[in-house]
Nanobody
């Protein structure tokens, strides 16, 4: 089994910064794309940023220039550096990863973390 664990959320003032981390753990697995999503009450979960195993990134327009996604393949960890935060960034942030278990399947499946709360408020 593969599990994702997020950390780094919390309360921050407008204009501040936070760095989220998500580490994948398990046995005999490989990871393709990793990403960060966010969700607010009453709304659907939306993609914030994603990064492929080769380092290619994608961002939702509202965070371009403010957020940076990165990964450390040796540590099976993905990060989201969030700068110039505003109230609209308040949400539960979820990590996800497309993973494949070596020797079990040739297909990737999507795993999700438990979510971490980010609150931007004065």
């Amino acid at each position: 089994q593969v599990q994702l664990v997020e950390s780094g959320g919390g309360l921050v003032q407008p204009g501040g910064s936070l760095r989220l981390s998500c580490a994948a753990s398990g046995r005999m697995f490989t990871i393709n794309t990793m990403g960060w999503y966010r969700q607010t009450p009453g709304n659907e979960r939306e993609l914030v940023a994603s990064i492929t195993s080769g380092g290619h990134t994608n961002y939702v327009d509202s965070v371009k220039g403010r957020f940076t996604i990165s990964r450390d393949n040796a540590k099976n960890t993905v990060y989201l550096q969030m700068n110039s935060l505003n109230a609209e960034d308040t949400a539960v942030y979820y990590c996800n990863a497309d993973v494949r278990t070596i020797g079990l399947s040739a297909k990737y499946i999507t795993k999700w973390g438990q979510g971490t709360q980010v609150t931007v408020s004065s």
